[in-house]
């Protein structure tokens, strides 16, 4: 019988009734005979308030020490879910990322998984039980305990399932799937049935939250078929329509005439943009600009070096807005020295608005449809940045709603 | 330099302040040169924050599930209390105890430590580090985690002690010492500077509650020198006189002629009594009554069995006042059927008090000195049991404390 790996966030894990909701779900499964393992979060809130006595007790904490502290929030998780499954009639075995074991490299509080043991998980499959695994965490090669940063249980479960070779991977969360876009932001938004791993990837850093990225990058690595779908349902949902429901990450492109060229509108609203004015268009002079901004852990997102006359060119990117001041202070004391004295200008109240679908490869005319929308509803574009299956642009960001509304009708994703 | 493995308990491990406390203590101790091992107990009221949880989702919860949820707590004060040693500039690093690893039997809830490797410790005291390790916890060999039950921290504490060949094992506890009975029954109790490991063991089984009587027998096995001593202190109090401060746990009995011949008075104030009459005194009988007691899991404590006449017995001991009930219900359904019938009889407003000490050894007189104290009291004594250096009455509870002051009283132990 197929294996299929469950996920379940810390809200769905977050009280005893919840944990017992999931442990409903999880015997319904395995009462249809598939063989279940199940990757919990931990309860929600949990992890922040083990790091928040960390930062009290030291104000730079050693990464090794938060690693040990926080990995408890999902042994506990797994703890009780076991206990729960139980308590349904359906033998279980909970195991820690070390158990197991899923081994990670040493880069304490970001690790990346290295491999996982399959063995042991497999055994207790082939004998009846369902099998709980911690996720976020693992151990490295020195026996130390390692975690996989922020929203590392979706990357633990996609790749377990990749250890196992499951059939799915179903991604429990506490929305029903991806969306065209945010439907706190347009009414009409619509769910899709499937997206493809591609547009999976440039929704989830565009901000659409639903899936961490590294897990889809994860997912597209070894083909593991997976599924967002919802952890708010009633657990004993026929199976057949739970197992239809949610967003299918697939890895084929449809050829469905059918079907609207783009998936989605995504929107990052807290960006900052940076501009160096007049910098010397020399060889390597991007690299001398974004070396020790990256060195400073800032997120650099879109780059844009325009056309240089007279050999100067005006150099611009943009950071997550929380680290503007952060990168400034770099400019000034890193960055002015290696290029020379430069103007520094910054906006602080921008955000970028992209359009994402796979049917970009063989349509044209996507970008202009965009552009014109936007130049209707008399919305400035400030930058530009184009991949193969995305077109971003940067906008004021008081023009943010109205642009992502326009454009989501402009390619009519509010129609079935 | 000496090896000294420090213990905290919950309550010193019960605030972010409480922590930074513990770690200016240790950092004290490893700045004057001493390799420290600290054993944290977890945060007070999260073990039973952590059961509790798990009692609510499953009523029969399986003890590998609850091994693995209640052991989280330690880890989480390795983690905190590491980083509070580094924040007092004292580099140290924290083990889970299957990371050292701390190998125990299969036990689940009440596993026994078999032997502690004690290389990554002494490697990492070698270079300068403080060592923090989980109390309570160890790993089986097939690598499921295990607990040692309630209290197991102390004997934690006491193993590591042994398997690093430490100089002494620093017990700190909410209480500064060992004293000669209980002072919240009797003012004048004085704290005793040193116990025999053999007198320290009759009063912590009769209900000193100063350490767990495991970490004790432990101590004993492996000529550990431990010390009870107070967290409540100045943490910076000079370190001199902390070293003599609390009470020392010594293997050899003093030749001392000042010192009193007996060390203390130790109760149980929760005693029950039960009494089966007139038993056919046959070989066996006495097995027979007790073994399906033991089989439910209830400790017996005194045993009496009187000089049999017409080859009829009345055979009595004590349990746990709590568990009274239950003892009654196994003697119908299964001891009655093995003895015969028998009139049954129990009294539940009962308590132990006991007079300890090595001294008894060499002493005569001190049963009649007992004795008669309670004769003047006109407290009856309902059983007596004895034991090489104690002697233990049955008493109605109501005359306990008049008991426990007056027997205080007259071994003057409220003189120095």
């Not at 019988?1 to 944990?19: F, L």
């Not at 009639?89 to 197991?100: F, H, L, N, R, T």
């Not at 945010?182 to 493809?196: F, Y």
């Not at 083909?223 to 299918?248: F, H, I, Q, Y």
Request: proline share 3%; aromatic share 4%; net charge negative.
């Amino acid at each position: 019988m197929a294996i299929i790996v469950h996920k379940y966030g810390g809200t769905s894990m977050g009280s005893v009734e919840r944990i017992t909701n999931v442990a409903k779900r999880v015997a319904k499964w395995a009462r249809a005979g598939y063989k279940i393992v199940v990757v919990p979060s931990a309860m929600s809130g949990e992890t922040n308030r083990l790091l928040g006595l960390a930062n009290q007790i030291n104000s730079n904490p050693d990464p090794r020490d938060l690693d040990m502290i926080a990995s408890t929030g999902e042994q506990v998780s797994v703890g009780l879910l076991t206990l729960a499954i139980k308590a349904q009639g359906i033998d279980a075995i909970g195991y820690s990322g070390w158990q197991v074991p899923i081994k990670t490299d040493d880069a304490y509080t970001k690790a990346r998984i290295e491999s996982i043991d399959s063995e042991r998980i497999l055994d207790d499959l082939n004998n009846g039980k369902v099998v709980v695994i911690t996720g976020f965490q693992g151990v490295d090669d020195k026996q130390n305990i390692t975690t996989l940063g922020r929203g590392g249980s979706d990357t633990s479960a996609v790749a377990v399932a990749a250890a196992v070779n499951a059939d799915e991977c179903l991604i429990y969360t506490d929305v029903d799937g991806v969306y065209t876009t945010d439907p706190r932001v347009v009414d009409s938004a619509k769910r899709l049935d499937s997206i493809t791993f591609e547009e999976m990837l440039e929704m989830a850093s565009l901000g659409s939250k639903v899936l961490q990225i590294r897990s889809v990058e994860f997912a597209g690595k070894y083909k593991v078929k997976t599924r967002v779908l919802s952890s708010l349902t009633d657990p004993l949902m026929p199976l057949e329509e739970e197992m239809n429901s949610g967003t299918l990450i697939t890895f084929e492109e449809k050829n469905n005439m059918e079907k609207a060229v783009i998936s989605g509108i995504a929107f990052q609203r807290d960006e900052a943009k940076i501009t160096l004015k007049s910098v010397n268009d020399t060889p390597g002079i991007a690299a001398r600009i974004l070396k020790p901004i990256a060195e400073h852990k800032i997120d650099v997102d879109m780059i844009i070096q325009n056309q240089s006359f007279d050999n100067k060119t005006d150099f611009t990117f943009t950071v997550p807005r929380h680290d503007l001041t952060k990168a400034l202070a770099v400019i000034e004391e890193h960055v002015k020295p290696l290029v020379g004295v430069v103007e520094v200008t910054s906006n602080s109240k921008v955000s970028k608005v992209s359009v994402v679908g796979v049917g970009m490869r063989s349509h044209v005319g996507l970008a202009s449809l965009m552009f014109e929308t936007l130049a209707e509803e008399n919305i400035n574009i400030q930058l530009i940045s184009t991949s193969e299956i995305k077109i971003s642009v940067l906008i004021d960001e008081k023009y943010m709603e109205v642009a992502v509304r326009s454009l989501h009708k402009a390619f009519e994703l509010d129609k079935n």
